[in-house]
């Protein structure tokens, strides 16, 4: 999280560009803050707005730089984030699946950590390389795929077995 804030490359996921627009304010608010104090002293008023602006400028290009790569994951150009109330469909909407123009896919690089070495990182190992594939069977009362799981605990003689628990 947060591999070179200030470059317009590359995409972010929902939960970084969330942090980065919460970080963003907070900074904002200390900024101005700061330069509300310097300019209430009434010792230099042009000081605190001109300090105000210099410490507005590297926050506004961290954000821009942020919506830019959250653009890129929805498949959009950054100049895309200069659609007013664009943001909040940026915080909500879930990025393109798989690679794009813009890069790779950041929940596909998370994923491809676990299962590049075919072991979990608390060394657990891992039985495919693939990870879920999408055979759920449906819980402990269900049919089907699950009959075999269902068979193999058909010796269980001190509880429920093949979903008898409701019967």
Aim: with cysteine; charged share 10%.
């Amino acid at each position: 999280m947060f591999n070179n804030p200030f470059s317009f490359e590359g995409r972010i996921r929902r939960s970084e560009f969330g942090i980065s627009f919460i970080l963003f304010v907070l900074a904002r608010v200390i900024v101005t803050l700061i330069a509300a104090t310097i300019i209430a002293s009434q010792s230099n008023a042009s000081g605190g707005m001109l300090l105000s602006l210099l410490m507005t400028i590297p926050i506004a290009w961290f954000l821009w730089a942020q919506g830019a790569k959250r653009c890129h994951d929805l498949g959009n150009s950054g100049w895309f984030q200069l659609i007013p109330f664009y943001m909040i469909w940026m915080i909500f909407q879930d990025g393109v699946p798989g690679p794009n123009q813009y890069g790779e896919n950041p929940k596909d690089i998370q994923n491809n950590y676990y299962n590049s070495s075919n072991q979990y990182p608390n060394g657990q190992n891992q039985h495919n390389n693939k990870g879920y594939q999408g055979n759920y069977g449906g819980g402990h009362n269900s049919t089907g795929h699950n009959q075999q799981l269902n068979n193999q605990n058909a010796d269980n003689t001190g509880g429920y077995k093949n979903g008898s628990l409701y019967n």
